[in-house]
């Protein structure tokens, strides 16, 4: 971290900020000129809100050096993280994986069509929602537990791994009972007290963006649930709030290759929450092939127009036949095996 101090600064100021640091444990290096104090803190500054020091008077600006997020981070790790996800297959590195399956688990015979066709076109990852958090009260909140229980029940028969948003710490025993992948939907990234809980589980966690968080927010998110133990975290860009209403958020795809800079994580795409429209679902699938991230959430659904949830967004099982020709295709151009 660099601080700089305002030219009118006066020694006492600059004293007040250097023993408050030097206090913590941090070393100084003054590389001040004749015209303005300028000085470097060295140590581990990830606990320290930058923001907070500019408290002290005099102080100009303040630069961070390193990263805020630390476990993280891409300089703390230099190569890739790979994710076993209970032996069924792994996200990472040069491997492009796919979870697929409905927005929400509605019945049992939705659920095993839609698994059957995922399974038989090689997608070993059944993503199912039970508890959804939706905009209306009035809306299909999913089938809770009986939902969780099914989705293991179809994985097993297909031996898929399965995920599934938690909606809150308190039913944490229950997803690990039932899931192998814990999924933290955009609307919780930043639910500390669940982040928190879920740095003591043993599951891989999802961890969507929200959707208004920078990426740095983001990977602070990570971080917290990487801090508390559980090193093995799964990014999803789903897009995010912009002033364009054609599309239900924006996809930032070149969040994948800011994260793939800052953080040695996975980043999957998840097209359908990001366009939320089922024509854009395969083109934007390739962009997210192309752009190198590390796999796709897709949702499906064998009779969109009955969905219960998010049909508009959801491919029929030939679209998403078709999607999956596309991606075995360009997997090899693009250095990927499909997973
Ligand atoms: C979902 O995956 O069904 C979902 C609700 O996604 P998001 O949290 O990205 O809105
Ligand atoms: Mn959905």
């Given at each position: 971290m660099i601080i700089q101090l305002k030219q009118q600064a006066t020694q006492k100021e600059y004293k007040k900020i250097v023993n408050y640091l030097k206090e913590r444990n941090f070393k100084i290096k003054d590389v001040r000129s004749e015209n303005v104090i300028v000085f470097g803190v060295i140590?581990?500054?990830?606990?320290?809100?930058?923001?907070?020091?500019?408290?002290?008077?005099?102080?100009?600006?303040?630069?961070?050096?390193?990263?805020?997020?630390?476990?993280?981070?891409?300089?703390?790790?230099?190569?890739?993280?790979?994710?076993?996800?209970?032996?069924?297959?792994?996200?990472?590195?040069?491997?492009f994986t796919m979870i697929a399956g409905p927005c929400s688990i509605e019945s049992e015979t939705q659920l095993r069509t839609t698994a059957k066709h995922l399974k038989a076109k090689g997608t070993h990852i059944l993503r199912g929602g039970a508890y959804k958090p939706r905009t209306s009260p009035y809306a299909?909140?999913?089938?809770?537990?009986?939902?969780?229980?099914?989705?293991?029940?179809?994985?097993?028969?297909?031996?898929?791994?399965?995920?599934?948003?938690?909606?809150?710490?308190?039913?944490?025993?229950?997803?690990?009972?039932?899931?192998?992948?814990?999924?933290?939907?955009?609307?919780?990234?930043?639910?500390?007290?669940?982040?928190k809980a879920l740095s003591k589980s043993s599951k891989p966690i999802m961890l969507k963006r929200g959707l208004s968080a920078?990426?740095?927010?983001?990977?602070?998110?990570?971080?917290?649930i990487m801090a508390g133990g559980n090193p093995n975290v799964i990014l999803c860009e789903r897009g995010i709030r912009t002033f364009e209403k054609y599309t239900r958020n924006t996809l930032d795809i070149s969040s994948v290759l800011a994260v793939q800079e800052l953080s040695h994580l996975p980043v999957i795409i998840d097209p359908s929450h990001a366009a939320g429209r089922w024509q854009m679902i395969d083109k934007l699938s390739l962009a997210a092939l192309a752009v190198g991230a590390s796999g796709l959430m897709i949702e499906v659904h064998p009779n969109p127009e009955e969905a219960l949830s998010d049909g508009a967004q959801s491919l029929k099982i030939p679209k998403f036949n078709e999607l999956m020709d596309h991606i075995e295709t360009l997997t090899p151009m693009f250095g990927k095996t499909l997973k």
């Amino acid at each position: 971290m660099i601080i700089q101090l305002k030219q009118q600064a006066t020694q006492k100021e600059y004293k007040k900020i250097v023993n408050y640091l030097k206090e913590r444990n941090f070393k100084i290096k003054d590389v001040r000129s004749e015209n303005v104090i300028v000085f470097g803190v060295i140590g581990d500054t990830s606990a320290i809100d930058p923001h907070d020091l500019y408290a002290f008077e005099g102080v100009d600006k303040i630069t961070r050096v390193s990263t805020p997020f630390k476990n993280a981070s891409r300089a703390f790790k230099a190569e890739d993280t790979i994710i076993k996800i209970n032996g069924i297959t792994t996200i990472g590195k040069d491997q492009f994986t796919m979870i697929a399956g409905p927005c929400s688990i509605e019945s049992e015979t939705q659920l095993r069509t839609t698994a059957k066709h995922l399974k038989a076109k090689g997608t070993h990852i059944l993503r199912g929602g039970a508890y959804k958090p939706r905009t209306s009260p009035y809306a299909f909140q999913g089938m809770a537990l009986d939902g969780l229980k099914l989705l293991r029940k179809i994985s097993d028969e297909f031996e898929m791994a399965a995920i599934s948003e938690i909606p809150s710490a308190d039913l944490i025993d229950t997803f690990e009972q039932y899931v192998d992948i814990i999924q933290v939907g955009a609307r919780n990234m930043q639910n500390f007290h669940l982040l928190k809980a879920l740095s003591k589980s043993s599951k891989p966690i999802m961890l969507k963006r929200g959707l208004s968080a920078t990426i740095e927010e983001w990977l602070m998110s990570a971080e917290y649930i990487m801090a508390g133990g559980n090193p093995n975290v799964i990014l999803c860009e789903r897009g995010i709030r912009t002033f364009e209403k054609y599309t239900r958020n924006t996809l930032d795809i070149s969040s994948v290759l800011a994260v793939q800079e800052l953080s040695h994580l996975p980043v999957i795409i998840d097209p359908s929450h990001a366009a939320g429209r089922w024509q854009m679902i395969d083109k934007l699938s390739l962009a997210a092939l192309a752009v190198g991230a590390s796999g796709l959430m897709i949702e499906v659904h064998p009779n969109p127009e009955e969905a219960l949830s998010d049909g508009a967004q959801s491919l029929k099982i030939p679209k998403f036949n078709e999607l999956m020709d596309h991606i075995e295709t360009l997997t090899p151009m693009f250095g990927k095996t499909l997973k």
